[in-house]
């Protein structure tokens, strides 16, 4: 009887673990690298964990390991991930990372590139319920790209941008040995870079010389080599 028994329970167990799926069985590993002052980014890896993925970051950047794993500049964005094989490149959907592990194509990876708003990490509350349209890139090895998922939503109309192209924000850390400055800011028409928190280089340390974090400021950005860079900033009117 115990034997019988014994060889229920097992066939139980079996069956039990035979219905849940390979994804339930073993949670996937997703190193992410990031620049540890993006909220954004930090929001995306809340998003992957939500979805049951299990996420180890490192906060070194993620322009060298962009280069490094093969990703062409122009797919980037905030953050650069590693999973399964696969590169991973802004804030793809962890539902497509769930499907690009299940039908393993051959390819580098998966791209959203730049942040567009509504997208997992770059739809909170600050947005404003903002949905802009965008793509999931499946990336070849060779740079070429196919459409893996697009999601099109009704968008709000975008503010229209100033007339003298000064980005409005707030100082929220400043790290002036390294010559970097955290703002929470509102859309940058010039980078096509929606509202966020954003880490930003200075090439000057003076430009931050009287700056305190709370202070609202009018900045001028661009974008050099991969990394964003504040060129002019001063305080808000």
């Given at each position: ?47 992957l ?13 993620n ?24 590169v ?36 909170g ?7 802009d ?36 924000g ?9 010559r970097?400055?955290?703002?929470r ?35 001028r ?6 990394t964003y ?9």
């Open positions: 009887m115990m034997n019988r028994r014994a060889w229920l329970w097992g066939a139980a167990g079996a069956a039990t673990l035979a219905a849940t799926p390979a994804w339930a069985q073993a949670a996937p590993l997703v190193e992410v690298w990031k620049d540890p002052n993006c909220g954004c980014c930090n929001d995306w890896i809340r998003h964990e939500s979805h049951g993925f299990r996420v180890q970051a490192f906060d070194t950047g322009t060298g390991m962009r280069q490094r794993l093969g990703m062409p500049l122009a797919l980037g964005s905030c953050h650069t991930a590693r999973v399964g094989g696969y991973i490149e802004g804030h793809v959907p962890a539902t497509d990372i769930q499907r690009l592990l299940r039908e393993r194509p051959v390819a580098l990876g998966l791209s959203v590139p730049r942040m567009p708003v509504g997208s997992p990490g770059m739809d509350p600050e947005y404003g319920g903002r949905r349209p965008y793509d999931v890139l499946l990336v070849q090895r060779d740079g070429s790209t196919r459409v893996w998922a697009s999601y099109h939503r009704t968008q709000a109309p975008a503010a229209a941008p100033s007339a003298d192209r000064w980005a409005e707030e100082v929220r850390r400043i790290d002036a040995a390294a970097k400055i955290t703002l800011h509102g859309d940058i028409p010039d980078l096509d870079m929606p509202p966020m928190t954003m880490v930003f280089q200075v090439r000057d340390a003076a430009l931050l010389q009287g700056l305190q974090p709370g202070a609202r400021v009018r900045f950005a661009e974008k050099a080599g991969g860079f504040v060129t002019e900033i001063k305080p808000a009117p």
